[in-house]
């Protein structure tokens, strides 16, 4: 599956039509073009309703056809139970990780002995320095950046949504393959999907950053790997075919750092996604993950009409004149030749009215206050008008 980039092509002196952004459609005539609107930043693809994409959002269509963008909304449907960790019981935060040790935040009176909180573990809290209270003995605070921690090892830092809710930390485990985030969620056949994913590198000595491998149905979709200065990551996989956009953005919230990518489910009913940590060495290759979210792309439809006769040249033989316009419902009819039949569509494309015309008038004050399209027959030929109904 190839992925590209939506881009708009700037073409120099010449006038484009006007959308009505609120109303979702726009009218131009034959010939002319119009800017499809650039409402969402993150734009995954446009399609026409024939189903071909849609690279150039300058269009100038031969006929009346529906555009549909595909975007990605943060605000969207999440399928991830509680993506973000927040209010989780603890059987649910013992259920995130297929192989690593759930621990509950360090408590010096608790019966967990602090020799058994190291690699393959992981918590669920409001901060990573709760996990592992790090080494007791270091007096001397460690500097990361411009903040000071006084733990050893983990840094005092807040989660991603909030700044002061819950994230997934990870002392990362010393074997390889071993899955630190997994859940198996149901598909529809067909269907673009987003997968987002925002982390963080959690250890104050940043010796051995993490390599997170992302994982959907099996398939290696992004890899990523935190550098000694911890102020940046490198895309390991960049770059990759099957990635619609890696995206990595330093939000300047404790270098929180975002992955983000676009799935297909093709004939898939059910979907496996999985975070890996490549990184097998046991000091360092600590980090934190939050805000986890999947689910279909939103989209959003625009139609672009075309107000000019179909299958009859325009001249004064043929031509209808409808009026008045806007009208409150009832329309008079000025043509030179019989008008066989009249039929009425919405900007859907949908047939909401249709009659046999034998007078000069046709009464459409039945219908919703809206834009409406007009198809006269005569002499086998076919006519196309615009009408707004306002009453």
């Excluded at 092509?9 to 609120?22: K, Q, Y």
């Excluded at 963080?200 to 398939?219: K, Q």
């Excluded at 046999?356 to 809206?370: A, K, P």
Aim: net charge negative.
């Amino acid at each position: 599956m190839k992925r590209s980039l939506l881009f708009v092509i700037s073409l120099g002196l010449f006038s484009l039509a006007t959308f009505n952004v609120a109303a979702q459609y726009a009218t131009i005539q034959q010939g002319e073009s119009v800017q499809l609107p650039q409402l969402f930043e993150n734009v995954f693809e446009w399609r026409d309703d024939k189903g071909n994409n849609v690279e150039n959002t300058i269009v100038s269509p031969q006929e009346t056809t529906t555009y549909t963008v595909y975007y990605f909304d943060e605000k969207g449907k999440n399928q991830l139970h509680k993506g973000d960790f927040e209010g989780m019981s603890e059987l649910e935060k013992m259920s995130v990780s297929g192989h690593y040790a759930y621990l509950e935040d360090y408590d010096p009176s608790s019966q967990v002995p602090v020799s058994e909180r190291g690699p393959g573990t992981y918590g669920i809290g409001s901060s990573p320095k709760n996990l592992f209270p790090g080494d007791l003995s270091l007096v001397t605070p460690i500097q990361f950046g411009t903040e000071v921690y006084a733990s050893a090892w983990y840094k005092d830092m807040g989660d991603h949504t909030t700044g002061t809710g819950e994230m997934l930390y990870v002392d990362a485990d010393e074997n390889p393959n071993m899955i630190v985030y997994s859940s198996q969620l149901t598909v529809n056949p067909n269907t673009k999907y987003f997968f987002s994913a925002w982390f963080a590198n959690v250890h104050t000595r940043l010796l051995n950053p993490f390599d997170l491998e992302f994982r959907i149905d099996g398939e290696i979709v992004g890899r990523f790997r935190g550098e000694v200065s911890g102020q940046t990551m490198v895309d390991v996989l960049n770059p990759f075919s099957e990635v619609y956009r890696p995206q990595l953005v330093d939000v300047g919230v404790e270098g929180w750092y975002q992955y983000l990518t676009i799935w297909e489910s093709g004939s898939e009913e059910t979907v496996q996604i999985e975070i890996l940590n490549n990184n097998t060495l046991g000091v360092g290759n600590d980090f934190a993950i939050d805000d986890l979210s999947f689910g279909p792309l939103s989209r959003a439809d625009y139609q672009v009409v075309v107000d000019q006769p179909v299958g009859v040249y325009a001249s004064e033989e043929t031509e209808i004149n409808v009026y008045p316009n806007p009208s409150s419902g009832l329309i008079s009819l000025n043509s030179k030749f019989p008008i066989d039949k009249v039929e009425v569509f919405n900007l859907l494309g949908e047939k909401v009215a249709a009659s046999v015309c034998n007078t000069n008038q046709v009464d459409l004050g039945n219908l919703d206050n809206g834009v409406y399209l007009l198809q006269f027959n005569l002499q086998e030929k076919t006519i196309l008008k615009k009408i707004i109904i306002n009453n």
